[in-house]
């Protein structure tokens, strides 16, 4: 399919309600579809959770319910807090459908008569809250660091996945970025595990100990890794695999740089073209966890600072390609600073005078186009590092310049004083004012990804002004 964009987010685990980790990953994704349709793709944005596996079954239990009934809720408190946010996603994927366990078995039966799957026994330790086996050397103080929780010590029988016969392959394609991980940092942390040597995984867990999950072709006993499960997900839009981008975090990037590429390659499917694998939140240190109890509740920040102004907040609070730590106190400090005080601001002034002293010229005059396409470097080059921010997933980055370029506005403003202008009667103010109307106007179109509420109400009320038909009402967009 060309001038296609297929996009995903990881299927968030269905162990409880969305908290802003969740949050962050998908209003990732949101803005880089939004872009990408922006220039006439014809865009894919997948969605979904993940709602197999043992822990699964425990917390139904521990709410008396059954897992199907427990996974229904928390499936649709994820749908919901997405629509408050205003993802535009395509599809919303559950693994506990009847399509995506049809796909997920037709996918390991070929990795099976490839000759990549092998009965053998795992003995080791388990952390039924991360649903995955860990090692010695990964816990702290002998506790899983994620779950403050002893692993169990398991021996059962398993099926595996002959993952060291891909490797070689798996690594050159990841060398010469054919398969495409970023940031660097992530790319070499994945090569280094390769080098220092990783195993062959479990594909298979006992049904006797995870009862809830997709049952494994060729032996009844045993029910297919949820790991594998949630991975085949991303096949769901056969049109439009390959994807042209997984968006995740750095915690599962080992999964999907390593261990799904040899799956891909061992069933004959064509690699996803690019893995963006982001850092992690801590809240006030500690990293986010359900277990633990440290979240934030995006429908609680929304409450108070409304739809956009949650989105901003969550993708302004450091560059993705680091791990960062936020604190709930500071939001509406930079709330104030960087949207009331700074965007708003910005646009209440210059709309004002606009009104004020009734001077914009109409966008398709030549004097216009003129003023808005060349008399400023500033414009080009702000929107030229924009544009690449955004095409190398740098959102935080991208953010920056169009707060950067407000400032410029802003001091543009104080260093040729309108209102004095105005009051001498000079001509230069029609220079002055249709000047600041075309860079609030670009900052509007840089905003559309972030603020689509915002920036919609923003071009209608420029729009009023470029007709003539002046508004009395104050714009408002972010109230103090």
């Not at 199907?68 to 993802?87: G, P």
């Not at 398969?179 to 660097?184: G, N, S």
Request: net charge neutral; hydrophobic share 35%; glycine share 6%.
């Amino acid at each position: 399919m060309k001038n296609k964009f297929y996009i995903t987010t990881p299927i968030y685990y269905a162990s409880g309600k969305p908290h802003i980790g969740h949050a962050f990953t998908t209003l990732y994704a949101d803005v880089l579809a939004r872009y990408h349709k922006s220039l006439g793709k014809e865009v894919f944005f997948l969605v979904g959770m993940d709602e197999h596996g043992a822990k699964i079954a425990e917390k139904a239990k521990q709410e008396n319910k059954s897992p199907q009934e427990f996974v229904d809720e928390i499936s649709k408190s994820y749908i919901d807090v997405w629509s408050a946010l205003n993802i535009g996603y395509s599809d919303f994927i559950r693994t506990t459908s009847q399509k995506h366990k049809e796909t997920v078995s037709e996918f390991i039966k070929k990795n099976y008569e490839s000759g990549d799957i092998y009965e053998g026994v795992y003995e080791g330790l388990y952390c039924v809250g991360c649903e995955k086996f860990l090692t010695e050397k990964e816990l702290i103080n002998g506790v899983c660091p994620d779950h403050l929780t002893a692993p169990q010590k398991i021996k059962e029988k398993n099926y595996f996945f002959n993952l060291k016969k891909h490797l070689p392959e798996i690594k050159k394609r990841i060398r010469n970025d054919e398969l495409r991980i970023r940031p660097e940092s992530r790319k070499n942390e994945i090569l280094n595990i390769i080098d220092s040597g990783i195993s062959d995984f479990s594909v298979t867990r006992e049904k006797e100990k995870v009862r809830w999950g997709i049952p494994f072709p060729y032996d009844e006993s045993q029910i297919i890794y949820v790991w594998l499960d949630a991975l085949v997900n991303y096949l769901s839009p056969k049109d439009f695999w390959p994807a042209d981008l997984h968006i995740i975090g750095a915690d599962i990037n080992k999964f999907h740089s390593i261990f799904w590429p040899g799956l891909l390659l061992s069933a004959g499917f064509p690699l996803p073209k690019n893995i963006f694998s982001h850092g992690l939140f801590t809240i006030n240190g500690q990293k986010i966890s359900k277990t633990v109890g440290n979240t934030i509740d995006p429908l609680d920040m929304i409450k108070k600072f409304g739809v956009d102004a949650t989105r901003y907040l969550l993708l302004s609070q450091f560059p993705a390609s680091e791990h960062g730590d936020i604190k709930e106190s500071e939001f509406e400090v930079k709330y104030n600073a960087d949207l009331a005080n700074g965007i708003g601001n910005l646009f209440e002034r210059v709309f004002t005078m606009l009104i004020n002293y009734r001077i914009v010229e109409h966008p398709m005059s030549h004097k216009s186009h003129k003023i808005c396409e060349s008399s400023d470097v500033e414009i080009k080059k702000t929107e030229n590092k924009y544009k690449n921010y955004i095409e190398n997933y740098q959102i935080f980055e991208a953010l920056r310049e169009v707060l950067l370029f407000a400032k410029k506005l802003d001091g543009y403003i104080t260093e040729t004083q309108p209102w004095i202008l105005a009051k001498n009667k000079d001509k230069k103010l029609e220079e002055v004012l249709n000047y600041l109307f075309c860079g609030v106007e670009k900052i509007i179109e840089w905003l559309e990804l972030f603020l689509p509420e915002k920036a919609k109400i923003a071009k209608d009320y420029a729009q009023r002004i470029k007709s003539g038909d002046y508004p009395e009402e104050k714009l408002g967009l972010f109230p103090r």
